[in-house]
């Protein structure tokens, strides 16, 4: 089984991650998927350079707050292309962890494109929480962030209202999970652990 784990920047995603996997959960971190097939440089790195220009690289790497000021500025046509292109490749690599991970009963992918991009799982859990809040966590986990870029990055993503009308349309009730993110998180994997018993305390479970 896998569950998504979702929400906009800011909203507590890869802490509650981290706690879950202390607790032996395997956890596939999607900004990583997509950064290590950025790194790779192969058919989605040469498109998106074709595409955009140089001017997305910094140091031969794809800046990704470069690449997300040049896709603005592109067509639906041509943005829609790529966005396409690069979901196939990270669909192939969520099936090879979901391939690698078959035996355990419950596994967990985390990344705010998920409802975004109708990436499919099985259960969902969304977090959300005041922008102001996830601004303030986007200013302490990049310091020195131009309060630009923290706006740019906040206002191109779902708005709580919108994720939660999305996630309700995907999911049944006994898939979907909605979580206010403002304080505790201990109390939030306490939640989310209760309704889809992702932590069990039988060791096998833990392995």
Do not use: W
């Given at each position: 089984?896998?569950?998504?784990l979702?929400?906009?920047?800011?909203?507590?995603?890869s802490?509650?991650a981290?706690?879950?996997?202390?607790q032996?959960?395997?956890?596939?971190?999607?900004?990583?998927?997509?950064?290590t097939?950025?790194?790779e440089?192969g058919?989605?790195?040469?498109?998106?350079v074709?595409?955009?220009?140089?001017?997305?690289?910094?140091?031969g790497e794809?800046?990704?707050?470069?690449l997300?000021d040049?896709?603005r500025?592109?067509?639906?046509?041509?943005?829609?292309?790529?966005?396409?292109?690069?979901?196939?490749e990270i669909k192939?690599?969520i099936?090879e962890?979901?391939?690698?991970?078959?035996?355990?009963?419950?596994t967990?992918?985390?990344?705010?494109?998920?409802l975004?991009?109708?990436i499919?799982t099985?259960k969902?859990?969304?977090l959300?929480?005041?922008?102001?809040l996830?601004?303030?966590?986007?200013?302490?986990?990049?310091?020195?962030?131009?309060?630009?870029?923290?706006?740019?990055?906040v206002?191109?993503q779902l708005?709580?209202?919108?994720?939660?009308?999305?996630a309700?349309?995907?999911?049944?009730?006994?898939n979907l999970?909605i979580?206010?993110?403002?304080?505790?998180?201990?109390v939030?994997?306490?939640?989310?652990?209760?309704k889809?018993?992702?932590?069990n305390?039988?060791k096998?479970?833990?392995?």
């Open positions: 089984m896998l569950i998504g979702t929400g906009g920047a800011g909203s507590g995603k802490s509650v981290k706690l879950l996997r202390k032996g959960v395997k956890i596939l971190d999607l900004d990583k998927v997509i950064m097939i950025y790194k440089k058919e989605v790195f040469n498109l998106l074709e595409t955009c220009g140089e001017g997305i690289l910094k140091n794809i800046e990704r707050n470069y997300r040049k896709l500025k592109l067509s639906e046509k041509k943005k829609n292309f790529l966005k396409q292109r690069e979901l196939d192939k690599r099936e962890f979901k391939e690698k991970h078959k035996l355990k009963k419950r967990v992918l985390e990344g705010a494109r998920i975004e991009d109708n499919k099985d969902l859990i969304l959300v929480c005041k922008p102001q996830r601004k303030e966590r986007i200013r302490q986990r990049n310091k020195g962030i131009p309060e630009e870029i923290i706006n740019k990055i206002q191109g708005t709580n209202k919108a994720a939660k009308l999305k309700k349309e995907n999911f049944p009730k006994e999970l979580v206010k993110n403002e304080s505790n998180l201990k939030v994997v306490e939640k989310i652990n209760k889809f018993r992702i932590v305390n039988e096998t479970d833990l392995q």
